[in-house]
């Protein structure tokens, strides 16, 4: 077993405090990395919260990891050691089902291994994620880091990034599309910037005021207060595609109006309780609501791939270790610009 340190939740509700714990050996396909930096998505504090029922503890969160290759099981090819490799939300599939075979391991049918807050394919040892100096996984679910970007702001892409990534590319936003994004935080920034770099119109609707110049500077074309009911108003049917990225429940209606025919409104944020949406603002220019969650293993390396291209990161705030709980209440007030992430050299 290999020793490794980082940080836990051991019970719901308490705070993160430093935790030892083992990682398993190399498997002949595994790789073992040195966590660089670990993001703080919202979903692990719903996770370390039970907002989204029961979990397991402790619990060591974290699904936005970048690191080193220090070590390589014995018929490990896909990397070599000393490459910045990426892990994200999910660390190993069933590999065998329809949507594993297509590529879509993140709905894989028979059994997904999330990073943490789940269990290995054995049904009983816990995995533990991101939050700690070192990780093992197959290499099969481990990405590849463009040389060119900077690692901290890398770690949010595993995440953040390709959770918006993902559903831009299915409803082909592009030029001469209105794109609109519902909340400018870790997931919505990284919207606003992968909808603008794919030349789609973009419009960023917030329940801050002080986020306009932000937004703006990652590439919204307009920017929208959810109180400016004008606004909304005056955008009625004109909208191709909405991505709600909003962690808290809120009103979707307003937003619905604003799709044209044929359009569809994309929930992505989970607050864990039902939405509300009256039937007539779907049947109206025949809407539709749909859901997305991450990416699969090769449309995260064409996400990847395409920030190496473009230059695109995350806008982060790196804190340390001992950090943790206070970056999660700012997270919870909206005031993270625009994700934290934990320096793992801290742990
Ligand atoms: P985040 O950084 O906290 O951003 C959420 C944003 O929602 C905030 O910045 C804020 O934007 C807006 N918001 C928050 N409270 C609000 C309220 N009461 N009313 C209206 N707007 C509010 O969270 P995140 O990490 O981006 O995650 C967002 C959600 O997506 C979480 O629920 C998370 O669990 C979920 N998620 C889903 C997936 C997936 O695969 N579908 C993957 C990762 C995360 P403004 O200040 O601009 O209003
Ligand atoms: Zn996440
Ligand atoms: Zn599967």
Redesign the pocket.
Do not use: N, W
């Given at each position: 077993m290999i020793q490794t340190r980082g940080y836990a939740a051991i019970a719901p509700h308490t705070p993160l405090a430093p935790f030892e714990f083992t990682r398993r050996d190399l498997g002949a396909r595994d790789v073992q990395i040195e966590i660089g930096y670990a993001g703080i998505?919202?979903?692990d504090i719903?996770q370390v919260r039970e907002e989204w029922g029961p979990s397991i503890f402790p619990m060591v969160p974290g699904h936005e990891i970048v690191g080193k290759v220090v070590a390589l099981g014995s018929e490990a090819g896909k990397h070599k050691i000393g490459d910045t490799v990426g892990v994200g939300?999910f660390v190993d599939s069933c590999r065998n089902c329809a949507n594993c075979l297509a590529g879509n391991e993140?709905y894989c049918l028979e059994g997904l291994v999330p990073t943490y807050n789940g269990y290995e394919k054995d049904g009983t040892t816990p995995t533990y994620g991101g939050y700690s100096k070192v990780i093992v996984i197959d290499e099969r679910y481990v990405l590849r880091v463009p040389s060119s970007l900077p690692t901290s702001g890398v770690a949010p892409l595993l995440?953040?990034g390709i959770?918006l990534y993902s559903p831009l590319k299915h409803w082909s936003a592009g030029p001469n599309k209105r794109v609109g994004i519902?909340?400018?935080?870790?997931?919505?920034h990284m919207g606003v910037k992968f909808a603008h770099a794919l030349g789609a119109e973009v419009t960023?609707?917030?329940?801050?005021p002080g986020?306009e110049s932000d937004a703006r500077r990652f590439g919204a074309d307009h920017f929208v207060l959810?109180t400016d009911k004008e606004a909304l108003k005056k955008g009625r049917n004109s909208y191709d595609l909405i991505l709600s990225?909003?962690?808290?429940?809120?009103d979707l209606n307003p937003y619905l109006q604003l799709l044209g025919m044929d359009s569809t409104l994309v929930i992505?944020?989970?607050?864990g309780k039902p939405l509300a949406i009256a039937a007539e603002n779907l049947l109206s220019q025949r809407r539709s609501v749909a859901?997305?969650?991450?990416g699969g293993i090769q449309e995260t390396q064409e996400m990847l791939d395409f920030c190496g291209e473009h230059g695109i990161v995350s806008d982060v705030e790196v804190v340390s270790a001992g950090e943790i709980n206070l970056a999660y209440d700012r997270?919870?007030k909206?005031d993270?610009k625009?994700?934290f992430v934990i320096d793992a050299a801290t742990f």
């Open positions: 998505c919202h979903s719903h939300v993140q995440c953040a959770t519902i909340g400018l935080g870790g997931l919505g960023l609707f917030s329940h801050s986020k959810d990225t909003v962690s808290a429940e809120m992505i944020g989970l607050p859901g997305s969650m991450i997270t919870v909206s993270v625009y994700r």
